[in-house]
Nanobody
Framework: QVQLVESGGGLVQAGGSLRLSCAAS????????MGWFRQAPGKEREFVAAILRSGVNIYYADSVKGRFTISRDNAKNTVYLQMNSLKPEDTAVYYC???????????????????WGQGTQVTVSS
């Protein structure tokens, strides 16, 4: 099992940047696929970015491509989400997620991730 703790959320003006971190417990972090999802009030949870355990397979939602960067540091058991050029529509609770069992094509589905953090609020003001 793995426990996930997000940090780095906050209030930022449009055009600004934030870096989210997700610290994972356990000694098998490198075996987990990691993802970031977000959920705005009244909306479904949506995929933001994923980095598979290979560290090479990286995927982004079209809405954040070119602005967000996901990375992982297996030595620190941490995955990051660097968010630049933030927009008001990026406002949401951001969740870190992990799982080791799904196939490469399933990275986009939140149903495939069995472990979740508590979420961190990101608010972008216009």
């Amino acid at each position: 099992q793995v426990q996930l703790v997000e940090s780095g959320g906050g209030l930022v003006q449009a055009g600004g940047s934030l870096r989210l971190s997700c610290a994972a417990s356990g000694r098998t972090f490198s075996t987990y696929h990691m993802g970031w999802f977000r959920q705005a009030p009244g909306k479904e949870r949506e995929f933001v970015a994923a980095i598979l355990r290979s560290g090479v397979n990286i995927y982004y939602a079209d809405s954040v491509k070119g602005r967000f960067t996901i990375s992982r540091d297996n030595a620190k058991n941490t995955v990051y989400l660097q968010m630049n050029s933030l927009k008001p529509e990026d406002t949401a609770v951001y969740y870190c997620a992990a799982d080791s069992r799904f196939s490469v094509s399933d990275y986009i589905s939140y149903l495939k991730y069995g472990y979740w953090g508590q979420g961190t609020q990101v608010t972008v003001s216009s």
